[in-house]
């Protein structure tokens, strides 16, 4: 479905942070979040969804039964809620909207926000549910995060962490690291990625605070990029050889190296691990620098150019910035971003951060989403930085647009900006 009935989104940002009505309205429906599979409760700003997907790949490799949770999601609404490998039907998912929509409505009323609403949905879902492992991604946050209620933990997972929701997380890192370290739980081994110092310095002392042992990037375990496409994990006990992922970057081996920590820490489900390397080449996040060689809009540059790229990645925030940055220092060819982004992100530190990567910058709208930044916003800060740019506000026109500028063949066009965006045009696209 593309979205559920309940609850509906209300305003601009349905957000109200607290766990209270989420409490109360667990509480009506028996405590399903009591009765769950055990967790691997994920926290962070970037790659979150990608840790997830290789943990995933991990204990499926390992005949394990695997249910997550995510969030956004790109195009159907069932993507948020995987059960054994499978995304959630529309009946069932019907049944538990209706089931917390009624509790919700016994007097006196609980109003639980949108993202409330469907992770109680979530976590009846799972409790109906026989699996091994339940992977769970922190929607906002994690202290006060709607997850953050969980009781059956098997671990933590903090991946790193940067500037990203302020406005409810704090101004600075270690105010936005102690939101996140919230979902550390007492005597729960806690696994932490790559961060900055002042990051790490909050995390670590929360998880000391609990009394939870840390599995720290660069102390406990590390990695190394070799240059025959293959990465090494590290850690007191293990020294192994792997190929890359599938999934484009070195922030992706860092993702990696961090869910093979957390699997080989946990001590509920036995790994193999001569499976780990299948594992991580199977794994696979959508819209995260994914090459795209079919659908409508590659089919219209085919008509036209024999020789291109077409990526699309789900960056829209400075530390995303900075890792498509990166990418774009490798493409040697003329690179063409494709752009949008919704209004409570920062465009001006996005586009300032690639702009030297950018041969032309073409903004376009988000269909469908009253928070998509207008054009004049965008094209106004990509003309005081000098970049050049056009503006359509359809995707389609975008392309058709592409055919009609005769640009020299071996070019790599690439939309980012936003998740929504990357849905809009996986939709459109008809991957």
Same mark, same amino acid.
């Given at each position: 479905?593309?979205?559920?009935?309940?609850?509906?989104?209300?305003?601009?940002?349905?957000?109200?942070?607290?766990?209270?009505?989420?409490?109360?309205?667990?509480?009506? $429906?028996?405590?399903?979040?009591?009765?769950?599979?055990?967790?691997?409760?994920?926290?962070? #700003?970037?790659?979150?969804?990608?840790?997830?997907?290789?943990?995933? *790949?991990?204990?499926?490799?390992?005949?394990?039964?695997?249910?997550?949770?995510?969030?956004?999601? $790109?195009?159907?609404?069932?993507?948020?809620?995987? $059960?054994?490998?499978?995304?959630?039907? !529309?009946?069932?998912?019907?049944?538990?909207?209706?089931?917390?929509?009624?509790?919700?409505?016994?007097?006196?009323?609980?109003?639980?926000?949108?993202?409330?609403?469907?992770?109680?949905?979530?976590?009846?879902?799972? =409790?109906?549910?026989?699996? !091994?492992?339940?992977?769970?991604?922190?929607?906002?946050?994690?202290?006060? !995060?709607?997850?953050?209620?969980?009781?059956?933990?098997?671990?933590?997972?903090?991946?790193?962490?940067?500037?990203?929701?302020?406005?409810?997380?704090?101004?600075?890192?270690?105010?936005?690291?102690?939101?996140?370290?919230?979902? +550390?739980?007492?005597?729960?081994?806690?696994?932490?990625?790559?961060?900055?110092?002042?990051?790490?310095?909050?995390?670590?002392?929360? *998880?000391?605070?609990?009394?939870?042992? #840390?599995?720290?990037?660069?102390?406990?375990?590390?990695?190394?990029?070799?240059?025959?496409?293959?990465?090494?994990?590290?850690?007191?006990?293990?020294?192994?050889?792997?190929?890359?992922?599938?999934?484009?970057?070195?922030?992706?081996?860092?993702?990696?190296?961090?869910?093979?920590?957390?699997?080989?820490? /946990?001590? &509920?489900?036995?790994?193999?691990?001569?499976?780990?390397?299948?594992?991580?080449?199977?794994?696979?996040?959508?819209?995260?620098? &994914?090459?795209?060689?079919?659908?409508?809009?590659?089919?219209?540059?085919?008509?036209?150019?024999? !020789?291109?790229?077409?990526?699309?990645?789900?960056?829209?925030?400075? %530390?995303?910035?900075?890792?498509?940055?990166?990418?774009?220092?490798? +493409?040697?060819?003329?690179?063409?971003?494709?752009? =949008?982004?919704?209004? %409570?992100?920062?465009?001006?530190?996005?586009?300032?951060?690639?702009?030297?990567?950018?041969?032309?910058?073409?903004?376009?709208?988000?269909?469908?989403?009253?928070?998509?930044?207008?054009?004049?916003?965008?094209?106004?800060?990509?003309?005081?930085?000098? +970049?050049?740019?056009?503006?359509?506000?359809?995707? /389609?026109?975008?392309?058709?647009?592409?055919?009609?500028?005769?640009?020299?063949?071996?070019?790599?066009? +690439?939309?980012?900006?936003?998740?929504?965006? *990357?849905?809009?045009?996986?939709?459109?696209?008809?991957?």
């Amino acid at each position: 479905m593309k979205l559920p009935f309940w609850p509906s989104p209300l305003g601009y940002r349905n957000i109200n942070l607290g766990l209270n009505r989420v409490n109360q309205l667990l509480e009506r $429906l028996n405590n399903p979040q009591k009765k769950l599979p055990p967790v691997i409760h994920i926290a962070g #700003t970037n790659g979150k969804g990608s840790t997830l997907s290789f943990l995933k *790949a991990i204990f499926e490799e390992n005949n394990y039964l695997v249910s997550c949770y995510t969030s956004p999601h $790109l195009v159907r609404f069932n993507e948020r809620i995987i $059960l054994n490998g499978k995304e959630i039907d !529309d009946n069932f998912l019907n049944k538990c909207l209706l089931s917390c929509m009624n509790a919700a409505s016994i007097q006196p009323e609980i109003e639980v926000t949108y993202f409330e609403g469907i992770t109680v949905a979530a976590f009846l879902a799972f =409790s109906k549910t026989k699996s !091994d492992i339940l992977l769970l991604e922190t929607g906002m946050g994690g202290l006060l !995060d709607a997850t953050n209620v969980v009781t059956n933990n098997l671990l933590s997972i903090i991946t790193p962490i940067s500037f990203d929701h302020q406005e409810f997380l704090g101004k600075n890192l270690a105010d936005i690291a102690l939101q996140k370290s919230g979902i +550390i739980k007492n005597n729960c081994p806690v696994i932490i990625s790559k961060q900055a110092k002042s990051a790490l310095k909050v995390i670590s002392s929360q *998880a000391l605070e609990k009394n939870s042992k #840390t599995y720290i990037h660069g102390i406990d375990w590390k990695y190394s990029i070799k240059s025959n496409n293959k990465f090494i994990y590290e850690d007191k006990h293990n020294k192994i050889l792997l190929d890359s992922p599938k999934l484009k970057g070195e922030h992706q081996v860092v993702n990696a190296s961090s869910a093979i920590s957390a699997a080989l820490n /946990q001590k &509920e489900l036995k790994i193999d691990k001569s499976k780990l390397n299948d594992a991580i080449k199977k794994a696979f996040w959508p819209a995260r620098l &994914e090459n795209v060689y079919t659908g409508k809009y590659y089919n219209i540059l085919k008509t036209k150019y024999s !020789d291109f790229e077409l990526i699309v990645d789900g960056s829209h925030n400075s %530390d995303g910035a900075k890792t498509l940055n990166k990418f774009l220092n490798k +493409i040697h060819n003329k690179k063409i971003i494709i752009f =949008s982004m919704v209004d %409570d992100k920062d465009c001006r530190e996005f586009l300032n951060i690639i702009k030297k990567n950018v041969d032309l910058l073409i903004i376009t709208e988000i269909i469908n989403e009253k928070k998509s930044k207008p054009l004049n916003e965008i094209k106004l800060v990509a003309d005081q930085l000098n +970049i050049n740019n056009l503006a359509y506000i359809k995707l /389609q026109d975008v392309f058709e647009e592409l055919v009609k500028m005769n640009i020299d063949n071996n070019f790599t066009a +690439i939309i980012c900006g936003s998740l929504y965006l *990357a849905g809009n045009f996986i939709e459109q696209n008809n991957l």
